[in-house]
């Protein structure tokens, strides 16, 4: 097989990173290549710089044996490479069609005057190709999550008519917010894409990786460590690579019995909760309880997290913690009875990108960084670095921005946001592992469970069903704004996904 | 690690990168840099101008011009606008004529009281009714504006009483404008109260990513709140600083103030789209726009070029000003 | 604030002695813009005064920004004082009086126009040595019989003010009031202010005229730009000639629409003469060939004289040139009409 | 495999993505015609046909100019040189077409040159962002500081008066009623929204206003759209300084006092949001009614002249609260 595209010695810096550090990667035609790697292990870094927006300080990148200079996403795709990037990029108030074919409407556009039919053909043609329902004349802010990402994938498909070259379409991270039947369409498509084309995709989910790849490259701390055939390996093998150390298995599998063995004290009771899109909610959790939810879009159980923080208007209903009634009408008063709120998107929600890493992580408790009413810097720096320690955020310093962080990084950090303070009560997750590479998750759900034997009780919206089952003590089910269902979870007798499933239809 | 995640496990701490850099020290100066390099110009074409009396005379010029644009700076950061600040400060000294009578020491408190009032009935107005800060202050200037006219029966006020205001006027050490001393006691106290408490925090927050600030328990509309109620109240003190020098309160004394005190914080590199910026920087801008509006005509530039200057400098002392790596995209 | 002093500066205050070279006078006129035909012309005046005694004009402008025109005088004050004559339009009242003091402590000859606070005298101070303003009154009450006389003393009519706070507004409107309890068969519709704007006015007559119709038999305006943009409102409504327009300045578009006959009446003020004249007052005092102190109280603040401008008299003033000769020392006060009451 | 948690096909229950207009469009219209239902039951002559005639026609202006700050707004930018771009196009038109001051006489032409120099105006504003990136409020207040001095420079102390019979007549003849500047006013917001909806440059502003980033991440070069929207924007100022000197028959340097503001309240009232990515020319246009009803209204009731503009200033913030009623969210982010 011929190399579509070879990576040697590339080097990029960042104040007090070495994202890369002499990095070497082939791309072969008609393959799809894995990359994992930690959070932070520079996989996007890389992949950014394939497509130009990187400026390498040292290193060459070869197109076919070419050497090439990139010097933007438009360069890349002359030279047939598109991607799909971590963050969603998508212009929210433009329809999917014209994010598809954004920046190279071709017939769509005819001396700069829109020919919306064309365009809307051009679009259904790519949403065709992933087997996509989606209309192309929606706002893409009217699409949920899922579906922009899908539309993401339909856009970089363009890149097949832009260069005569196979091209190589790269995806970082491509499945950590799609579900799983899209998730079949999506590798249904990248082995299609084989056929023609190179791909190199990321995941943290490494069975996934090993599903959908030929060859896995693995990258630790902006080097190449090595690959492995996905035939012959096992996610091990990969995490293995990846932290350099034989990792602990310690996945989200529920391991040792944790809770205490006296009854649990109701901690959080939710009766008739309703807004617009879910009513009638009934809810108990109790201290040091983890109680996840599932549900398929449009459940309405994000929303439901979201009104028990005081962040989206109820219509009706009660809410008690710890006996007390809850003030629902503002974020602040969730917080001062002691609940925590780490939304599903990152960027817009869980952080002040420009702010610092301590920042970022002193925002709410007050208590962390103050004496009295005023802010101490050294106790907000014992408490950041002792929790940077803590949780293995990697950052060069806490006064770095959190938007120069990893994804995974960030996470934590955002997490970390509502255990300085010591007081935290009630924890509601949102995705909490979205875009965690393994040892991240693992840290994090440990963390879960150290907070749960503390007594803190945690609501969870899972990634995964297996994730949910794994953590939950309890899984209730919402389809259509309601609750239907509640399956017991206890360790030792958990159910499989596919009990879940029948009792999700 | 099994140790509880409450407990708090000892970790030594290092200075590190997370310390600005030259380059980044070097564009918190440009303000100053741009400043001098003004100052310095306008000394070229008038070496007249460049002397104690001068500079003195500018720094008591400045002052309401500086203490406006500091509190509007508090909203600029938590990424609003008030257009009010002027209209406002023209109806404070309508209030402070009328009221010097018979308020008499009390005036002055009870001006920056009220006109903070107005600010924080405003803020109010946005958070509460959701109204994009532009509008609710545009409504608002409109309203004082009337209100001045009302009250104030069309037509200046004389204060007869001048020493309620004659302190403005004095000089600290025989050459510092006490107004100016005051101007730059107020940056400093709000630049120090901000600074050491979670304040600054916030309103940076609120400013870059409202959302994100909300769902982190950040009291978004309560920061909102008071850095409108800071910025009518420094309106107010402004007015005051107008009345000691014109000894009579009128509808529309400082209307003229509100793009200058806007182009004041923005010149001082403070991003109009919040976030990112300082009152220091502001404290900088107003002077720099203080110079331009009074030293170009004074060192003899014609009136129509004096215009086309004007634009062109303060668009280059921006482009100097505005520290880039703060702001992600420029609008 | 023990270490607080008074001043920071130890000039001026001593009595205006007025010994001047001719040569070292500094001459300096600042009117609002210069983006308008009136106070352009002033300063033109003014720059001709200056050419006739050897010496160029400090020009400034403030557009009609108060804190503007305050920040310029004192930053001009803290520079080169000796000899400074100073011709200044205040934008407002309220903004003479800190001119004032700033002037008498740097020691500057000071003329202001227009604008000052009723009860702020010159024959109080040894610098301002004098302030010269039109009677609003008497030429509000002027056009507003000229408009009666127009209309057959009979119909309503609507008024255009001027800037609500500025007392040349107030006056002249005071002068209006005066006429229509005279000329009883005029009636006031509405009046509304324009803020001495040419377009304001545009619109707020075409209201007016909708609102009105053809009740309104007359538009007294409180300047001429009001009145100009008030007839192109009656040319766009089809009504030109049917209705009488008045306004104040005598700017040249109204005298040429008085002698076209599609504006009744207008009162001169004189730009030309009063940036000349702002200067040579002060010129003379500081050359010593005026004593500050011996000018006639009714010279330190005092109407000019002004005309009522109508179709019999327009061609006389069509063509406004400044008169050397008003300017010697010894004419400066010829214009002078009497006393500000 | 890992099974995501929403494993279940029921996408189908889900409502159908919005397409068109909703009801968050709805609210100033509504607000448009609840203000003119008060005011033609507080006053008859409000209600007359030719009241009407003439707030169409004293719209015309501030249509214009709202079209053209509409691009900018909906970029996520701001514009605040239309008073001194409007004054250099007024004057140099009346310099251009026959007036009292000069020979020329170029007409139709002259109007183009005008416009043109108008449209140089907005340009620079771009390039200064563009390319110094200097954020807009300063470099469109540039501007207008710019184009005051050129207008003050070109007015030289003498006003200049047209005596163009075509450029006089814009102002006075009609056609179906409305004089024939309400119908190029007409004739702009519908370009606009041609513009808007069917050209690149339109979209682009849009997307601008949406997600800049995103659009160079897409291979698209923002930069030649961003000062094109800024031009665009100039020209139509220059247009609203051309009409300001068909209606007064002179050229001011004030022409365009005021309409900075002015125009952003109507576009904002009209539902166009500051921090772009939504709005529209229809929407401004609505907004600009909104607000000549209201100046008209408040003069034909009578309210006091000292009280009318905070009479205004309320109503409008009343308004637009009335209007993001609908639309109201708890975590919704309003600067
Ligand atoms: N713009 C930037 N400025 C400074 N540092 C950066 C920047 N982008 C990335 N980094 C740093 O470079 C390193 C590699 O980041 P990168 O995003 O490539 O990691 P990743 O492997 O994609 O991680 P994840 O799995 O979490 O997405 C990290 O330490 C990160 O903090
Ligand atoms: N009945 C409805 N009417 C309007 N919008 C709805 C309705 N139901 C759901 N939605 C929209 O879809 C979202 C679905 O709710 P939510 O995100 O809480 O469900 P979810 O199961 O967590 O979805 P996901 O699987 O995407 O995480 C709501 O925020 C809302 O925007
Ligand atoms: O007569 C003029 C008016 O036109 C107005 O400018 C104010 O007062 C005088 O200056
Ligand atoms: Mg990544
Ligand atoms: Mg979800």
Not at chain 1, 181 to 193: D, S
Not at chain 1, 362 to 387: E, F, I, Y
Not at chain 2, 161 to 186: E, H, K, N, Q
Not at chain 4, 316 to 331: D, E, G, H
Request: hydrophobic share 45%.
């Amino acid at each position: 097989m011929s190399i579509a595209l070879e990576v040697k010695g590339l080097v990029k810096h960042y104040p007090g990173v070495k994202a890369l550090d002499g990095v070497d990667l082939v791309v072969r035609q008609h393959e799809v290549l894995g990359l994992a790697g930690e959070n932070g292990a520079g996989k996007s870094t890389l992949l950014k710089a394939l497509v130009g927006l990187v400026k390498p300080d040292a290193g060459d990148i070869f197109v076919r044996g070419e050497r090439v200079r990139l010097r933007s996403v438009v360069d890349a795709a002359d030279h047939g490479i598109g991607m799909v990037f971590q963050e969603q990029s998508l212009v929210p108030n433009l329809t999917a069609a014209e994010n598809i074919v954004l920046g190279s409407e071709g017939p769509g556009v005819r001396r700069g005057v829109y020919r919306w039919e064309a365009m809307r053909r051009m679009a259904q043609e790519q949403l065709d190709k992933i087997g996509s329902d989606i209309d192309p004349l929606a706002r893409t802010d009217s699409l949920s999550f899922a579906e922009r990402q899908m539309v993401e994938i339909a856009k970089v498909l363009r890149i097949e008519q832009r260069s005569q070259h196979p091209p190589v379409i790269i995806l970082d991270e491509p499945t950590s917010v799609l579900e799983s039947k899209e998730i079949e369409t999506l590798f249904r498509q990248v082995r299609r894409l084989r056929e023609f084309a190179s791909v190199v995709f990321v995941s943290h989910r490494l069975d996934e990786v090993l599903d959908v790849c030929d060859r896995v490259a693995v990258l630790r701390g902006g080097q190449s460590v090595g690959e492995v055939d996905a035939s012959s390996a096992v996610p091990a093998d990969l995490h293995r690579m990846m932290i350099g150390s034989t990792g602990s298995e310690d996945h989200y599998h529920d391991t040792a019995a944790q809770r205490p063995d006296e009854p649990l004290r109701p901690m959080l009771e939710v009766r008739g909760l309703s807004g617009k899109t879910f009513s009638d909610v009934d809810l108990d959790v109790r201290a040091g309880e983890i109680v996840g939810i599932v549900g398929v879009h449009g459940s309405g159980r994000e929303d439901v997290c979201r009104a028990l923080f005081g962040a989206e208007p109820t219509t009706a209903g009660e809410v008690t913690l710890d006996g007390k009634k809850l003030d629902l009408s503002n974020t602040r008063a969730a917080c001062a009875a002691g609940i925590g709120y780490v939304p599903a998107e990152r960027k817009i929600e869980g952080m002040v990108g420009p702010m610092s890493v301590a920042e970022n992580m002193t925002l709410t408790k007050q208590k962390a960084r103050c004496s009295g009413p005023l802010v101490s810097p050294k106790k907000q720096a014992n408490v950041v670095d002792r929790w940077i320690e803590r949780l293995s955020i990697r950052t060069p310093h806490r006064g770095t921005a959190i938007q120069r962080l990893s994804g995974g990084n960030q996470q934590k950090v955002v997490l970390a946001r509502w255990l300085v303070g010591g007081d935290i009560r009630l924890l509601l997750l949102d995705h909490p592992t979205r875009g965690l590479d393994i040892g991240a998750r693992s840290e994090v759900y440990r963390l879960m469970r150290e907070l749960a034997k503390t007594g803190v009780a945690t609501v969870l919206l899972a990634d995964s069903l297996e994730e949910a089952i794994g953590m939950a003590d309890r899984i209730i089910v919402m389809s259509d704004g309601r609750v239907t269902t509640e399956v017991g979870c206890p360790s030792g007798d958990k159910p499989t996904p596919l009990d879940l499933v029948k009792e999700m239809v | 690690m099994t140790t509880p995640v409450i407990a708090t496990p000892d970790v030594a701490v290092g200075a590190g990168p997370g310390a600005p850099t030259v380059r980044q020290r070097l564009t918190s100066f440009m303000p100053v840099i741009a400043l001098v390099a003004l100052l310095a110009a306008l000394t070229i074409v008038d070496p007249d101008f460049l002397t104690q009396r001068s500079l003195t005379a500018a720094a008591r010029t400045s002052s309401p011009l500086i203490v406006l644009a500091a509190g509007a700076t508090l909203v600029v950061l938590c990424g609003g606008i008030d257009l009010s600040i002027a209209a406002l400060a023209s109806l404070s000294t309508v209030f402070f004529a009328l009221w010097l009578p018979d308020l008499g020491t009390l005036t002055t408190p009870a001006v920056i009281a009220v006109a903070g009032a107005f600010g924080a009935v405003q803020g109010i107005a946005h958070v509460v009714l959701r109204i994009p800060s532009f509008i609710v202050t545009l409504g608002g200037m409109s309203i004082f504006s009337a209100v001045a006219l009302v009250v104030s029966d069309a037509g200046p006020v004389r204060v007869a009483d001048r020493d309620a205001t004659s302190w403005l006027s004095m000089y600290v050490a025989g050459y510092v404008p006490v107004a100016f001393a005051v101007a730059i006691v107020v940056v400093a106290v709000i630049a120090l109260v901000l600074r050491a408490t979670p304040l600054q925090s916030w309103i940076t927050a609120t400013g870059y990513s409202e959302s994100a600030a909300r769902l982190a328990g950040t009291p978004v509309d309560l920061v909102k709140v008071g850095a409108f109620t800071v910025s009518g109240a420094c309106a107010g003190l402004a007015a005051i600083m107008l009345v000691s020098r014109n000894f009579s309160g009128s509808p529309t004394m400082a209307d003229n103030l509100l793009l200058p005190a806007v182009a004041a914080i923005v010149v001082g590199g403070t991003a109009i789209t919040g976030g990112h910026g300082s009152l220091w920087r502001s404290l900088a801008g107003a002077l720099v726009v203080t110079l331009l509006r009074v030293g170009l005509p004074i060192v003899g530039v014609p009136s129509a070029y004096e215009q086309i200057l004007y634009g062109a400098i303060i668009v280059a002392a921006v482009a100097l000003t505005l520290d880039r790596s703060k702001v992600l995209t420029i609008k | 604030f023990t270490a607080c002093s008074e001043s920071a500066t130890g000039s001026g205050g001593d009595d205006a002695a007025g010994g001047c070279d001719p040569s070292d006078v500094q001459l300096l006129g600042q009117v609002r813009n210069e983006s308008n035909p009136y106070e352009a012309a002033w300063l033109d005046g003014g720059d001709a005064f200056a050419e006739s005694v050897g010496l160029t004009q400090e020009r400034l402008t403030y557009d009609g920004d108060s804190t503007k025109q305050q920040d310029q005088i004192a930053q001009r004050l803290a520079g080169d004082t000796e000899c400074l004559v100073m011709n200044i339009l205040p934008n407002g009242d309220s903004d003479t009086p800190p001119i004032v003091e700033g002037a008498e402590e740097a020691g500057a000859y000071l003329v202001t126009q227009w604008n000052k606070p009723a009860d702020m005298n010159p024959a109080d101070y040894d610098y301002w040595v004098s302030h010269i303003t039109y009677n609003g009154v008497e030429s509000g009450k002027q056009i507003g019989d000229a408009l009666a006389e127009a209309i057959g003393g009979e119909g309503g009519i609507i008024a255009l003010q001027g800037v609500l706070d500025t007392a040349a507004a107030k006056d002249r409107f005071a002068g209006l009031e005066e006429s229509l309890a005279e000329n009883t068969g005029m009636t006031l519709l509405d009046d509304q202010t324009a803020n001495f704007s040419r377009a304001e006015a545009l619109e707020v007559t075409k209201t007016l005229l909708t609102k009105h119709g053809d009740d309104i038999k007359g538009i007294w305006a409180a300047n001429d730009d009001m009145a100009l943009g008030a007839l192109e409102a009656l040319q766009q409504a089809g009504r030109e000639g049917e209705v009488a327009v008045v306004g104040i300045d005598a700017v040249p578009d109204a005298l040429t629409a008085i002698q076209d006959g599609s504006m009744t009446a207008t009162v001169s003020s004189d730009g030309p003469w009063q940036g000349g004249v702002g200067l040579a007052i002060g010129y003379c005092a500081a050359i010593g060939e005026i004593d500050v102190d011996e000018i006639d109280e009714e010279h330190r603040a005092f109407y000019a004289e002004q005309f009522l401008i109508t179709e019999d008299n327009v061609a006389e003033f069509t063509t406004p040139e400044t008169d050397p000769a008003d300017f010697e020392c010894d004419n400066v006060f010829d214009r002078a009409v009497g006393p500000l009451s | 495999m890992t099974t995501p948690a929403e494993d279940v096909d029921v996408a189908s229950a889900r409502p159908r993505p919005r397409r068109g207009l909703s009801l968050r469009d709805a609210g100033p219209p509504i607000a448009l015609v609840v203000i003119f239902l008060v005011f033609a039951v507080l006053s008859s002559e409000f209600r007359t046909f030719d009241n009407v005639q003439n707030i169409m026609d004293a719209a015309a202006v501030l249509a214009v100019v709202t079209c053209g700050i509409t691009f900018v707004l909906m970029m996520g930018s701001i514009d605040l040189s239309a008073p001194g771009v409007m004054g250099a196009s007024a004057i140099a038109v009346a310099l251009l077409v026959a007036n009292n001051r000069n020979d020329n006489d170029l007409g139709l032409i002259g109007v183009l040159v005008a416009i043109l120099l108008a449209a140089g105006l907005g340009c620079l504003s771009g390039l200064a962002l563009v390319l110094l990136k200097v954020p807009s409020f300063m470099t469109t207040l540039g501007a207008s500081a710019i184009g005051l001095g050129i207008a003050t420079l070109l007015f030289n102390g003498v006003q200049p008066n047209i005596t163009d019979g075509m450029l006089e007549s814009w102002a006075v003849d009609r056609f179906l009623g409305f004089s024939y500047l309400t119908w190029i006013a007409v004739a702009c917001v519908l370009v606009g929204w041609l513009i808007q909806r069917y050209t690149r440059l339109g979209r682009y502003a849009f997307a601008i206003g949406g997600a800049e980033e995103v659009l160079s991440l897409s291979g698209v070069n923002v930069a030649p759209y961003k000062v094109a929207v800024f031009t665009l924007a100039g020209a139509f100022y220059g247009l609203g300084g051309v009409m300001v000197t068909s209606q007064l028959g002179a050229g001011l340097v004030q022409a365009g006092d005021g309409y900075d503001f002015s125009a952003i309240t109507a576009a904002v009232v009209g539902g166009t949001l500051l921090t772009g990515g939504r709005g529209g020319v229809l929407h401004s246009a609505v907004g600009v009614l909104v607000i000549m009803v209201l100046t008209n209204g408040l003069v034909q009731i009578g309210v006091s002249p000292y009280w009318q503009g905070g009479v205004q200033g309320l109503i409008v913030v009343a308004a637009v609260a009335a209007a993001v009623l609908p639309q109201r969210r708890r975590n919704q982010v309003v600067k």
